[in-house]
């Protein structure tokens, strides 16, 4: 059974914010001045649900990558006595053998975000291993609080691994990722998997993963008002999830905050990479030294100057092909 730390980091001294990375520093400033790094409050989540103008959600056409993908839409059993569940589903086409897969949980700071959100970039990691990727739709805080969307993460999951045959996916080869909100949501899959004798996860990549619901490392405050998700917006989005008053308290489930697991030992290889000028630094930093200390494998990456997201936004900066590389690289191999 997984148990939990309650105690508090400790208020840390910090110094100035470490600077952006030359070519990032004018893309988050365009980035910062279209939307404040404290945007998020309790009373505006539904505004900012609301598409972002000239950013369109990815299309079935788009994702078949040319006629190299198949893209269907499942709904499969959520969790037991909830609501069913999306999965969408990209399959390479010429597949002869069964498939290494992606199992995605997508971003949005537990708040906005569906599974066509950082599909894209799923992809583009999939394609060059002839992965598939199936991406999940969950619920969202604060209308659903935890559980209600690690609990449909993990049901996907489940749906997956028993149904692999049929979609041409290897089950023992199924790797669980997400970035920032989808990294934590990851996490805490990959943590019920191994606590629940549930499906096999051969490897988990943790993208900038939101892990710590008190929201008090040194690079969280170092980092507030700065960047495109602050200290005060990651606020929001803990309390959405964990409900008002229990954000930092002693019931925090680790499931929810994967960073208050106090056993992390018996993970499956992990990689973890995040930027130097991001709130959450401080936090996936000390997870991956926690997964070393159980005696675990992971690969960390702190790329520097990079802001949250960099790779999205500036997928054509030497550092994000730098980061892109990195995750290629680490998937080939765990397919080895």
Same mark, same amino acid.
């Given at each position: ?26 893309? /988050?400033?365009? %980035? !910062? ?10 009373? +505006? ?9 000239? /950013? ?29 569940? !999306? ?16 199992? @995605? ?9 569906? +599974? ?23 619920? %969202?805080?604060?209308? #659903? ?14 749906? #997956?691994?028993? @149904? ?50 008190? +929201?008090? #490392? ?14 005060? !917006? ?17 019931? /925090? !489930? ?9 056993? %992390?030992?018996?993970?499956?290889? #992990? ?6 000028? $991001? ?19 992971? $690969? ?7 802001? @949250? ?28």
């Amino acid at each position: 059974m997984t148990t939990h730390i309650t105690h508090p980091s400790g208020a840390q001294p910090v110094g100035p914010p470490p600077p952006f990375d030359p070519e990032l520093a004018p893309v /988050v400033e365009m %980035l !910062s001045s279209l939307r404040a790094p404290d945007a998020y409050r309790p009373d +505006n989540i539904a505004e900012m649900r609301a598409p972002i103008p000239g /950013v369109e959600a990815p299309t079935d056409e788009v994702l078949t990558r040319g006629g190299a993908y198949s893209v269907q839409q499942r709904t499969v059993p959520g969790p037991d006595g909830e609501p069913d569940i !999306s999965l969408l589903i990209c399959l390479p086409k010429l597949a002869a053998s069964p498939t290494a897969a992606i199992y @995605h949980t997508h971003g949005g700071g537990m708040i906005v975000g569906d +599974n066509r959100f950082g599909l894209v970039e799923m992809i583009d990691l999939a394609e060059p291993l002839g992965m598939a990727v199936v991406s999940v739709e969950y619920r %969202l805080a604060p209308e #659903t609080p935890h559980p209600g969307p690690v609990a449909d993460c993990y049901a996907g999951l489940v749906w #997956t691994s028993a @149904h692999a045959a049929e979609l041409n996916i290897d089950p023992r080869r199924i790797v669980v990722a997400g970035a920032s909100a989808g990294g934590g949501l990851t996490a805490g899959v990959t943590l019920m998997a191994r606590d629940h004798d549930g499906p096999a996860v051969v490897a988990q990549m943790l993208l900038s993963p939101m892990l710590d619901d008190r +929201n008090d #490392t040194p690079s969280a405050r170092q980092m507030r008002g700065l960047g495109i998700w602050d200290r005060s !917006s990651n606020e929001t989005g803990w309390n959405a999830l964990l409900g008002d008053g229990v954000r930092g308290g002693p019931d /925090v !489930s680790p499931y929810a905050a994967p960073a208050r697991a106090e056993n %992390l030992s018996g993970l499956p290889p #992990t990689f973890v990479d995040v930027g130097s000028a $991001e709130t959450f630094r401080d936090e996936d930093v000390a997870y991956a030294s926690r997964i070393w200390q159980a005696g675990g494998r992971v $690969e960390l990456h702190v790329w520097p100057g990079g802001f @949250h997201g960099f790779d999205v936004v500036a997928p054509d900066a030497a550092i994000s092909r730098d980061a892109i590389a990195a995750r290629v690289a680490w998937l080939r191999r765990q397919m080895n």
